[in-house]
T-cell receptor, first 113, second 115 residues
Framework: GEDVEQSLFLSVREGDSSVINCTYT??????LYWYKQEPGAGLQLLTYIFSNMDMKQDQRLTVLLNKKDKHLSLRIADTQTGDSAIYFC?????????????FGRGTQLTVWP | DAGVIQSPRHEVTEMGQEVTLRCKPI?????LFWYRQTMMRGLELLIY????????DSGMPEDRFSAKMPNASFSTLKIQPSEPRDSAVYFCASSSVRLGGTEQFFGPGTRLTVL
């Protein structure tokens, strides 16, 4: 299957780290993505990781991939109020559905000042 | 590049009316996707095209929904007749697998309200 699961809500205080988690079921994934959706806007790519990598760091963002457990996480260091948004995990899969992404429900991150 | 362009940005209509949503993908992209987003169901894939050909329309809710892609630079999603439960934000996205990536670029969405 291509189920991608995320928790729906996360609240953190400004300056703390946020960790958003995602699990997926298909082991033939090629890329795993994190998208960000701000209010009233479309989804924008935040970062991605190739499935043969374990970690990727990009400024305040750290992506960790545990292929054995099919678990993906996004860590945002020094979370700011501007990081408040919905974060979607997505995977692409080899084979006939190449091109399609499978999205999770999204995690609403709220950052309190 | 202007990115994915959708029109209109907002649409308010009455039940029973025909609604047409429009999308212009990023030039050179070979995949186009239509999604619907609601609080209850999250982000749902309705249909996607590869090189203007529909590949998978299993997400289209029912026969009232139809989508076309007459050329590489234009697609429409039509709802006829519209119902209040169709109220949602509809997103169009495009990608270029041909160029080696599967990242999807999303438009700003069309917020549809059916009264």
């Amino acid at each position: 299957g291509e189920d991608v699961e995320q928790s729906l809500f996360l609240s953190v205080r400004e300056g703390d780290s946020s960790v958003i988690n995602c699990t997926y079921t298909d082991s033939s994934s090629t890329y795993l993505y994190w998208y960000k959706q701000e209010p009233g806007a479309g989804l924008q790519l935040l970062t991605y990781i190739f499935s043969n990598m374990d970690m990727k760091q990009d400024q305040r963002l750290t992506v960790l991939l545990n292929k054995k457990d099919k678990h993906l996480s996004l860590r945002i260091a020094d979370t700011q109020t501007g990081d408040s948004a919905i974060y979607f995990c997505a995977e692409s899969i080899r084979g006939s559905t190449l091109g399609r992404l499978y999205f999770g429900r999204g995690t609403q991150l709220t950052v309190w000042p | 590049d202007a990115g994915v362009i959708q029109s209109p940005r907002h649409e308010v209509t009455e039940m029973g009316q025909e609604v047409t949503l429009r999308c212009k993908p990023i030039s050179g992209h070979d995949y186009l996707f239509w999604y619907r987003q609601t609080m209850m169901r999250g982000l749902e894939l309705l249909i996607y095209f590869n090189n203007n050909v529909p590949i998978d329309d299993s997400g289209m809710p029912e026969d009232r929904f139809s989508a076309k892609m007459p050329n590489a630079s234009f697609s429409t999603l039509k709802i006829q007749p519209s119902e209040p439960r169709d109220s949602a934000v509809y997103f169009c996205a495009s990608s270029s697998v041909r160029l080696g990536g599967t990242e999807q670029f999303f438009g700003p969405g069309t917020r549809l309200t059916v009264l």
